[in-house]
């Protein structure tokens, strides 16, 4: 009862688009939000040797990791910043699209040829708007352009991959080793030999 309410460190796993709103409330309220992965949550969870799994107990779990280790407070993403997310997302959901009208081009019966062929091509112009989207966001913003042209110095990166890691990865400067951004990537495997 004593305690400043503003005080309050809201800590909640990563749940994409769901939790983003319920962030952004607290955030914007002046609360001091983390978001947490949730393989960081479990492991957590697994050190308490927890057995059970319910709803009340995870959120016991999430208040005592948020109270030990004191996760770094999460900032929103700035309104370009979702832009050039959301788009990156949708051109990757028109990619599998093409694909997926491609593939049942090659086994159609010839009577929906036509049809299939016409869904490829609107697809297609799709996709190129979306790419002329995502550059006009990256050579409008100075932040955006200034990282894209230090990426593409990069040999065998392209500008898609730039465009994903931009959106992706918007705090690059925050991962202090390769190692680390690769970890956050889900691109270091793990070893588990011990005991082998």
């Given at each position: 009862k004593n305690q400043n309410y503003r005080?309050?460190?809201a800590c909640m796993e990563a749940t994409g688009i769901y939790g983003n709103a319920l962030a952004e409330f607290l955030y914007n309220s002046g609360f001091k939000v983390s978001i947490v992965n949730p393989a960081v949550i479990k492991s957590f969870g697994q050190s308490l040797k927890?057995?059970?799994k319910t709803d009340k107990m995870d959120a016991k779990i999430i208040v005592q990791f948020c109270d030990r280790m004191k996760p770094?407070?999460?900032?929103?993403?700035?309104?370009?910043?979702?832009?050039?997310?959301?788009?990156v997302r949708h051109l990757e959901a028109l990619k599998e699209m093409h694909n997926h009208e491609s593939n049942r081009l090659a086994a159609a019966s010839p009577v929906v040829?036509?049809?299939i062929k016409s869904i490829i091509q609107v697809i297609e112009k799709q996709i190129e708007e979306v790419k002329e989207q995502i550059k006009s966001i990256i050579d409008n913003h100075t932040e955006l352009k200034e990282k894209s042209e230090l990426l593409k110095s990069i040999s065998g990166i392209g500008q898609e991959t730039i465009s994903v890691i931009l959106a992706e990865v918007v705090n690059?400067?925050?991962?202090?080793?390769a190692s680390q951004l690769a970890a956050y990537a889900g691109l270091n495997p793990k070893q588990r030999t011990s005991g082998s």
């Amino acid at each position: 009862k004593n305690q400043n309410y503003r005080e309050i460190h809201a800590c909640m796993e990563a749940t994409g688009i769901y939790g983003n709103a319920l962030a952004e409330f607290l955030y914007n309220s002046g609360f001091k939000v983390s978001i947490v992965n949730p393989a960081v949550i479990k492991s957590f969870g697994q050190s308490l040797k927890v057995r059970n799994k319910t709803d009340k107990m995870d959120a016991k779990i999430i208040v005592q990791f948020c109270d030990r280790m004191k996760p770094e407070p999460w900032q929103p993403l700035k309104p370009y910043e979702y832009e050039l997310q959301a788009l990156v997302r949708h051109l990757e959901a028109l990619k599998e699209m093409h694909n997926h009208e491609s593939n049942r081009l090659a086994a159609a019966s010839p009577v929906v040829i036509n049809s299939i062929k016409s869904i490829i091509q609107v697809i297609e112009k799709q996709i190129e708007e979306v790419k002329e989207q995502i550059k006009s966001i990256i050579d409008n913003h100075t932040e955006l352009k200034e990282k894209s042209e230090l990426l593409k110095s990069i040999s065998g990166i392209g500008q898609e991959t730039i465009s994903v890691i931009l959106a992706e990865v918007v705090n690059i400067e925050d991962f202090k080793t390769a190692s680390q951004l690769a970890a956050y990537a889900g691109l270091n495997p793990k070893q588990r030999t011990s005991g082998s």
